[in-house]
Nanobody, 130 residues
Framework: QVPLVESGGGLVQAGDSLTLSCAAS????????MGWFRQAPGKEREFVGAISWGGDSTYYPDSVKGRFTISRDNAKNTVYLQISSLKPEDTAVYSCAADLSSISYSGTYCSTFEDDYTDWGQGTQVTVSS
């Protein structure tokens, strides 16, 4: 069974906002840092943000900084990705992932490296029309 399940994707207009959710299907991920990635057709998977287990620390690449916001509700075992001012180039499959090794680091730790993330969801499609 897929450990993480993303939802909230769909077809939107450029300039719209969207919130994606990532919920755990079985185990709890509230003690792990979580990341969001996206993969556009014909391109490699791209890191778009991460959040520490307590939510105190987030990190975004320059390509999405200011438009993407990650948050989490550990009581609901859910992580969110808010995307504002959507652009056609944001069209991609968005996936969340858990970094199980993050439990060994400080509470503000979150990785930007895809290889650090071991548990993944299947992704949700976001399509932005111009």
């Amino acid at each position: 069974q897929v450990p993480l399940v993303e939802s909230g994707g769909g077809l939107v207009q450029a300039g719209d906002s969207l919130t994606l959710s990532c919920a755990a299907s079985e185990r709890t991920y509230s003690v792990y840092a979580m990341g969001w990635f996206r993969q556009a057709p014909g391109k490699e998977r791209e890191f778009v943000g991460a959040i520490s287990w307590g939510g105190d620390s987030t990190y975004y690449p320059d390509s999405v900084k200011g438009r993407f916001t990650i948050s989490r509700d550990n009581a609901k075992n859910t992580v969110y990705l808010q995307i504002s001012s959507l652009k056609p180039e944001d069209t991609a499959v968005y996936s969340c992932a858990a970094d199980l090794s993050s439990i060994s680091y400080s509470g503000t730790y979150c990785s930007t490296f895809e290889d650090d993330y071991t548990d993944w969801g299947q992704g949700t499609q976001v399509t932005v029309s111009s």
